[in-house]
């Protein structure tokens, strides 16, 4: 299964958290994407390998959703639909694919991005969906927590565990991923269980 998901040391007083502009713009800022936007990465150790995220923002009425389409060199690995409001990012669907299957999730706990998150914190989302193999149900938890902020940046570390139900196995990622204010996730580098890093840095918007 490859997945790129997309998706805090001492803390800092909260009166300097306060004090940053608009803090809810290190997350994707929705009104950056009325029009679709499409961020390109590119691995650092393997320079052929490009993650490509296409991103637009639906509103519809009071509801305010950021539509994410996730490709790993030009197929396509996943949908994630969030729920933007107050600054904070909720999901809302899920959905993984693999060569022509696809499987949707069933969201349990949602938060992608909390805007007031301290650092130390940790939020959670949760979900669960049919292995594309066998009957088995697998869980995917990411555990996101933020550790450092200044002017421009956050970042937060993030370990994500795939769970099969009924298999032996399970399989977790560390990650740590880079937001920069006024643009969204600059950089993000996974730690594969067998050792293996992917190193991706924001290349070019369009």
């Known amino acids: 299964m490859k997945l790129i998901i997309i998706p805090f040391l001492l803390l800092f007083s909260t009166s300097f958290a306060q004090t940053i502009k608009n803090p809810s713009n290190f997350y994707f800022p929705p009104m950056n994407f009325i029009q679709e936007k499409v ?4 691995n650092q150790i393997d320079t052929a390998e490009v993650a490509i995220w296409k991103i637009k923002t639906i509103i519809s009425g009071k509801d305010t959703t950021l539509q994410t389409t996730i490709l790993n060199n030009e197929n396509i690995t996943e949908t994630m639909l969030e729920k933007i409001q107050m600054g904070n990012s909720q999901i809302l669907t899920y959905t993984l694919f693999r060569n022509d299957k696809s499987s949707s999730c069933t969201i349990t706990d949602s938060f992608v991005y909390k805007l007031k998150q301290k650092i130390g914190e940790r939020i959670k989302w949760l979900a669960t969906f049919q292995d594309f193999n066998s009957p088995n149900t697998v869980t995917i938890s990411k555990i996101r927590e933020f550790e450092s902020i200044d002017d ?55």
Do not use: C, M, W
């Not at 961020?39 to 590119?42: L, M, P, S």
């Not at 730690?191 to 924001?202: A, E, H, S, V, Y």
């Open 39 to 42: 961020f390109h990465y590119r």
């Open 152 to 206: 421009k940046n956050q970042t937060f570390l993030d370990q994500l565990n795939i769970n099969v139900i009924g298999a032996p196995n399970n399989y977790q990622y560390n990650i740590k991923s880079v937001y920069e204010i006024g643009i969204g996730l600059v950089s993000y580098k996974i730690t594969r269980p067998d050792g293996q890093i992917k190193d991706f840095k924001l290349d070019s918007v369009k």
